[in-house]
């Protein structure tokens, strides 16, 4: 299975899930710390919405983590480029969680991230998407939205 992982970070998609994976990210200090700390795994430093949309390649599945600060354009783009998306979303809570850059810095994280919340719900409705609670947390969400090309 190929995983395209949007807003890779720290990388934490590729411990998640046994894959050909491939972890994007606008940080080059994320970027850096992946290929470091990883040795699997292909991490390229660019504009995600510019990836998916020049990449030629489909990809199987899609993991996103902090949807919540992302363009809500760029899920339009992916869903015209793909069979079948995954999107893990912390939902405006990754300072809860022991694996993000943002634990336990609340403040830090609502500083640096606009909140797309209510668009990005909208999205999910527009495509159908069902949205599960991941590992019975309440700051993890896995949301699935189906191409039905």
Not at 18 to 30: A, E, H, P, R, T
Not at 92 to 119: E, G, R, V, W
Not at 134 to 142: E, N, R, T
Request: proline letters at 1%; glycine letters at 4%.
């Amino acid at each position: 299975m190929n995983v395209l992982d949007i807003g890779c970070g720290t990388g934490l998609g590729l411990t998640l899930i046994d894959c050909n994976y491939i972890g994007v990210d606008k940080s080059l200090n994320m970027i850096k710390y992946c290929r470091e700390k990883y040795r699997v795994g292909n991490f390229i430093n660019c504009n995600a919405y510019n990836y998916i949309k020049n990449s030629k390649d489909k990809t199987n599945v899609i993991s996103l983590f902090s949807l919540n600060y992302m363009n809500p354009n760029i899920i339009n783009e992916i869903y015209k480029k793909l069979d079948k998306v995954f999107i893990a979303v912390h939902y405006n809570k990754p300072y809860k969680s022991s694996h993000s850059l943002y634990t336990n810095k609340k403040l830090f994280f609502y500083l640096l991230h606009a909140i797309n919340k209510y668009k990005i719900k909208k999205l999910f409705k527009k495509y159908n998407a069902v949205t599960y609670k991941l590992l019975d947390l309440d700051y993890y969400y896995i949301t699935i939205l189906e191409n039905g090309d």
